[in-house]
């Protein structure tokens, strides 16, 4: 009984790779570049949310992930997050990642993968259209732009494109490992029909690097928050 319920709520409410949103493993990229190495973020995560308190009694609550962005054997930028528990079965993990064509400003592919108590899923998507893009291109996206004002894009998420509304939030300052970051944030919310009911919050840092800091996801009364453990050097 507790393994069905674990395993309807992973189905319906999965928040992380936002159509999996963010428990894990941490993982070898699936790609590789000949001329430069990957960035590697480290971070930690957290389960909170009526829901989240819901599934915790059945999945891990905290644990640690990674996002990796580089370039593949194509030449195309590819980004993966992928989460996994300490306290969690050694080989139960997910992960979501997608293929990005940083010139056109589009995702081209997107994929998850998730190995829960022996069993796994995974999908893959191709994105057809050139005016669309997925959550974690969207997340590359405002740390290369780093928009001023709010604007609007189509995002593709759960094998459905909906309209959202891309905001700055504020700038602000915070500790990481004992330094104080001064900070600019952003908020992603669905507008229109059909209306995206999740939600995405991105604190980054205000500097050359625009580092994910935080990374916060929620959808249907569960939320995922992963903070950066340690930046890169």
Avoid at 32 to 44: F, H, I, N, T, V
Wanted: glycine share 8%.
């Amino acid at each position: 009984m507790r393994t069905k319920m674990a395993n309807r709520l992973i189905r319906a409410n999965c928040v992380l790779p936002l159509a999996c949103t963010i428990c894990l493993v941490m993982a070898t990229p699936s790609y590789s570049s000949p001329s430069a190495d990957p960035e590697l973020l480290q971070y930690r995560w957290k389960l909170s949310g009526f829901k989240g308190l819901v599934a915790r009694l059945f999945v891990p609550g905290n644990g640690e992930g990674t996002l990796t962005t580089g370039v593949n054997g194509s030449g195309r930028l590819v980004s993966e997050l992928r989460i996994s528990s300490s306290s969690a079965r050694r080989e139960d993990f997910w992960l979501y990642g997608s293929e990005i064509d940083a010139g056109a400003r589009r995702t081209l592919r997107s994929w998850s993968t998730q190995h829960f108590r022996g069993k796994s899923r995974e999908k893959e998507s191709e994105l057809e259209r050139d005016d669309v893009i997925d959550l974690a291109s969207s997340i590359y996206f405002l740390r290369r732009e780093l928009p001023e004002k709010a604007t609007e894009a189509n995002i593709w998420s759960g094998g459905r494109i909906y309209r959202v509304a891309v905001k700055p939030t504020g700038r602000d300052a915070r500790l990481v490992d004992g330094q104080p970051v001064r900070t600019r944030s952003y908020s992603l919310r669905g507008v229109g029909k059909p209306l995206w009911r999740g939600r995405l919050d991105l604190v980054l840092s205000e500097d050359e690097s625009a580092t994910p800091l935080e990374i916060a996801i929620a959808r249907d009364g569960m939320r995922v928050r992963l903070e950066l453990v340690e930046p890169e050097s």
